[in-house]
């Protein structure tokens, strides 16, 4: 499989780029896609690339970049049979970190926390960063043994994850 799981809306942009469709041609790849995962022909999958039994039709009109995932390879067996692309993805410098931090970004709010507001760390209680590491650990995205921290502290250093000012 590829090594990384990516918003579904993300295939029509990068093919666009890639073959220079228009943007009739564009939306009507994205209605074949959306249809493709509504019928189950492209598994639908989560932020961390499990197949989700818990997909609905309108998380694919869900403006959340978290809402419906889809692997590389799932989609290009699909695309192979119905039209001369391949899906290769664009913007790539910095991709590993960007979807790194984007999992943890994803992780905390399906926990319930506004990125820019965790809760600060109380001592004797487990953290929101051990919480959110001991899920996404095993994620293919985390394989290095500093690569969470690394990403956190990434997300921290540019204000993407902070600390709440609430005591």
Known sequence: MTESVFPWQRVAKDLQAKYQLGESQTTALSNELATALNQGVIPARDSLGVTTDDFEPSMLLSSDNSAVHVWRDDVNE??????????????????RQQVQE??????????????????????????????????????????GTTTFDKAWDRLRNTGKIADSQEL
Request: overall charge positive.
């Open 78 to 95: 699909w695309l192979k049979s119905r039209h001369p692309f391949e899906w290769v993805l664009q913007n790539t410098s910095g991709t």
């Open 102 to 143: 984007q999992l943890i970004i994803d992780e905390l709010q399906r926990m319930g926390y506004k990125p820019c507001a965790i809760p600060k760390y109380r001592p004797g209680h487990k953290g929101i960063k051990a919480a959110v590491k001991k899920v996404l650990v095993s994620h293919r995205e985390f394989h």
